[in-house]
């Protein structure tokens, strides 16, 4: 719907420039029924109205409440009757019926005050019992799904005392255990290496936060999304992990079975990336001013994946020349720079290394917002390259632990404490390359 939103402002399709990519999958699927069925009811009473207005409404369709003026409706005319202007994709029939709907009674309510008397002779404890002793002598009919009050102050008074209590220690699920973060099994049948090494790290990021982490996974891309949602009933202890994994990639596949194959062929960790942060999350910008004929151009938006080609010493002194790169202005001539960055500060970026002699930084300095303010943001894993296998080493709590879902299985192998490790050593793994280094926020 915001789609259409922003498309109703045009006049014309030839007068419609898109600027940003966009899923068309969203405009271009079927709605859900949910949606279906709230049209048809919208189409209902749009006929209700008309006939109302025109004085031709029997009189025994008077109900107060959307349900049941609806459903009233519905037993006068029968549920196969179709109002003349029902679209045709909204029209219903045998094989896809609208059935009855069903009449919802309102819970009955009043006003529960406490009188001044009552106020001054009591304590807050003393208010807070009067007004529940109010409630229960009233016998409210609790909707269904709500929740009592009761519940919610006890359930108030519990996130109280257990405020302090740090979120890790909440979480109960595969992450729990103090030797080692939870790694990916690999798949024989389905080589997963690749999303072995890139999930086990978003695993151990997410699960820090759960709640913080599916909104910005939601925000950066639908697989993301996707990957959060499974990540939550591995906790719930409704999946395994691999289950998660391979729910994204049937995505995945289905969208490009080249790209994302199954059976013994690999995927190229660069393209599972890109497409991992494929959403507009990150909000990139990059823009062009002359400080000489104050030329101004906006420019294309960078990916949100980072790729470094050259022979920068370090991921981090690459990613500084790349938001503040030499450029020479094209009406003037003279050198000035293209600043890239971004609108608020990303949470989470992807490097993509394709070269030797990078250097995998600890921390990355991003420059973010109005007033480009520097942020760091700290190195969280990094991915090997070893005759067609992919292997990572993940850092958690300063700690870092080693990943083969060939060799260590669902556990992760302790190497060391990061400030053991300097940025040169980082970038080697077992005779194997970095090809992919990913920063995030604590």
Not at 60 to 86: C, E, S, W
Not at 320 to 329: A, G, I, R
Not at 331 to 338: E, G, L, P, R, V
Request: charged share 25%.
């Amino acid at each position: 719907m915001a789609y259409y939103t922003a498309l109703s402002r045009s006049a014309t399709s030839e007068g419609t420039v898109i600027i940003q990519g966009f899923d068309d999958r969203k405009i271009s699927c079927k709605i859900s029924g949910y949606l279906r069925q709230e049209f048809r009811e919208l189409e209902l009473l749009d006929e209700i109205t008309k006939l109302a207005y025109e004085n031709r409404l029997p009189n025994q369709i008077n109900g107060t409440l959307r349900n049941a003026l609806i459903q009233q409706f519905q037993t006068y005319k029968g549920t196969d009757y179709i109002p003349l202007n029902v679209p045709n994709q909204l029209k219903w029939t045998s094989k896809d019926p609208m059935d009855l709907v069903q009449d919802v009674t309102e819970s009955p309510w009043q006003i529960v005050k406490i009188t001044k008397a009552q106020s001054d002779s009591c304590s807050k404890k003393e208010n807070k019992a009067v007004n529940m002793k109010h409630i229960k002598n009233n016998k409210f009919i609790a909707v269904e799904g709500t929740i009592s009050v009761e519940r919610k102050l006890k359930h108030k008074a519990d996130d109280k005392e257990h405020e302090d209590t740090p979120k890790t220690n909440k979480i109960k699920g595969p992450n729990t255990q103090k030797n080692s973060p939870v790694g990916l099994i690999w798949d024989s049948n389905n080589w997963s290496c690749a999303y072995d090494a890139i999930f086990t790290i978003l695993y151990d990021v997410w699960i820090q936060n759960p709640t913080k982490w599916s909104k910005q996974f939601s925000w950066i891309s639908n697989p993301l999304q996707n990957l959060a949602f499974g990540f939550d009933e591995v906790i719930k202890g409704k999946m395994r992990l691999e289950k998660a994994r391979d729910n994204v990639r049937d995505m995945l596949y289905e969208v490009d079975p080249m790209m994302f194959p199954k059976g013994a062929n690999g995927t190229s960790i660069p393209d599972l990336a890109k497409t991992l942060m494929n959403g507009s999350g990150l909000s990139c910008y990059a823009n062009f001013q002359c400080m000489i004929c104050k030329t101004e151009v906006s420019l294309n938006p960078p990916d949100n994946l980072m790729y470094i080609h050259s022979n920068a010493n370090t991921v981090n002194s690459w990613f500084q020349t790349w938001q503040q790169s030499p450029t020479v202005c094209n009406s003037c001539h003279s050198i000035q720079k293209t600043t890239c960055g971004y609108i608020k500060p990303p949470e989470i970026i992807m490097f993509s290394i394709d070269s030797n002699n990078v250097a995998i930084s600890k921390t990355v300095k991003v420059a973010a917002g109005t007033n480009n303010k520097l942020f760091i943001l700290p190195l969280k894993d990094i991915i090997y390259l070893k005759d067609f296998h992919f292997t990572s080493r993940l850092i958690s709590n300063k700690d870092i632990w080693f990943h083969d879902g060939q060799i260590t299985k669902n556990k992760c192998r302790k190497e060391g404490h990061i400030i053991n490790f300097d940025d040169k050593q980082l970038k080697q793994c077992n005779n194997a390359r970095a090809v992919l280094a990913i920063y995030a926020k604590r």
